[in-house]
């Protein structure tokens, strides 16, 4: 009897120290994804009125949510692709020995300490095709200045959004890098494998659960993208940036219909989940191939 009497005292004291973070993550986490649940079956100016699953038919069935969740997973293509291709050759450059590269890794991860609010204003001043400095710099070089923000906006802040992030990335291909054991490829060298080689059928196959875990923080990163269409592009030219968060933003703030905004916020929510839960179980599939 007395093991379980220790064992109720521990539980009960981890609970105690637990509490406040239950508390915490019940009173900014849960209950605001309740609230939003619920206002999602509301209609009106107040979100006063039932309207059961109207919000959600409607939101299935309106063009403009297709295009804007049309929108928002090409943009999280492009970044998680350009987050494991680009994240993973700046690690295995800065893992070899370099003068330099603790200063270089220390640059790449400024951009991602950075708020989105700061990078976007950065990014929007740089590419402004009136004021802009890139266009400054071309100008004085003899070359015609360019459009940036409307020729391909979805690729421009894309790669503003990667150029951001990219240095979490390649710190966390870094650390997957500096976990595999040399004596794997010193005994590759032995068989006469050459670096190619290698790289393909030791350090790729090794590094397959950071490369779902950044694929994984990508996409959810990517489909709540926000703060790049809202202040760098505005949503335009036109809808070619209307992102969906961007598009429920307008759907809540300029239209103030809360009760169809939070049905779309609950949408986006399970596709996120779906997409998160489809990576992993694919992600545990490759662990057993390997």
Same mark, same amino acid.
């Given at each position: 009897m007395r093991p379980r009497t220790l064992s109720g005292r521990y539980a009960r004291t981890a609970y105690l120290f637990l509490l406040p973070a239950i508390l915490f993550f019940a009173a900014l986490f849960y209950l605001p994804i309740g609230n939003v649940v619920a206002t999602g079956f509301r209609t009106g100016p107040m979100a006063d009125q039932w309207a059961g699953l109207g919000n959600y038919s409607q939101a299935l069935a309106d063009p403009a949510v297709r295009h804007s969740f049309l929108v928002t997973v090409v943009f999280a293509v492009l970044v998680v692709a350009g987050s494991?291709?680009?994240?993973?050759?700046? /690690?295995?450059? !800065?893992?070899?020995?370099?003068?330099?590269?603790?200063?270089?890794?220390?640059?790449?991860?400024?951009?991602?300490? +950075?708020?989105? /609010? !700061?990078?976007?204003?950065?990014?929007?001043?740089i590419l402004d095709p009136d004021l802009g400095v890139l266009n400054r710099v071309l100008l004085a070089a003899g070359l015609p200045g360019q459009q940036w923000l409307n020729t391909a906006p979805l690729l421009t802040i894309a790669a503003v959004t990667l150029w951001q992030s990219v240095g979490y990335t390649m710190v966390l291909f870094l650390a997957g890098l500096q976990g595999i054991p040399e004596t794997y490829h010193e005994a590759a060298k032995i068989d006469?494998?050459?670096?190619?080689?290698?790289?393909?059928?030791?350090?790729?196959?090794?590094?397959?659960?950071?490369?779902?875990?950044?694929?994984?923080?990508?996409?959810?990163?990517?489909?709540?993208?926000?703060?790049?269409?809202?202040?760098?592009?505005?949503?335009?030219?036109?809808?070619?940036?209307?992102?969906?968060?961007?598009?429920?933003?307008?759907?809540?703030?300029? +239209?103030?219909?809360?009760?169809?905004?939070?049905?779309?916020?609950?949408?986006?929510?399970?596709? !996120?989940?779906?997409? @998160?839960?489809?990576?992993?179980? /694919?992600?545990?599939?490759?662990?057993? @191939?390997?």
């Open positions: 494991i291709v680009l994240g993973l050759a700046l /690690a295995l450059a !800065i893992d070899q020995p370099l003068k330099g590269r603790v200063a270089f890794r220390v640059l790449l991860l400024v951009p991602y300490l +950075t708020s989105v /609010a !700061i990078v976007g204003l950065l990014w929007r001043n006469g494998a050459d670096a190619w080689r290698r790289f393909w059928r030791i350090t790729l196959p090794l590094l397959a659960p950071t490369t779902l875990f950044v694929s994984v923080m990508a996409v959810i990163s990517g489909l709540q993208a926000f703060g790049q269409a809202y202040i760098i592009t505005g949503g335009g030219p036109g809808d070619a940036t209307d992102l969906s968060v961007f598009h429920i933003f307008n759907v809540a703030f300029r +239209t103030r219909d809360f009760g169809y905004s939070s049905a779309q916020s609950v949408l986006l929510l399970l596709v !996120i989940v779906a997409f @998160t839960v489809i990576q992993l179980r /694919a992600g545990r599939r490759g662990e057993v @191939t390997y």
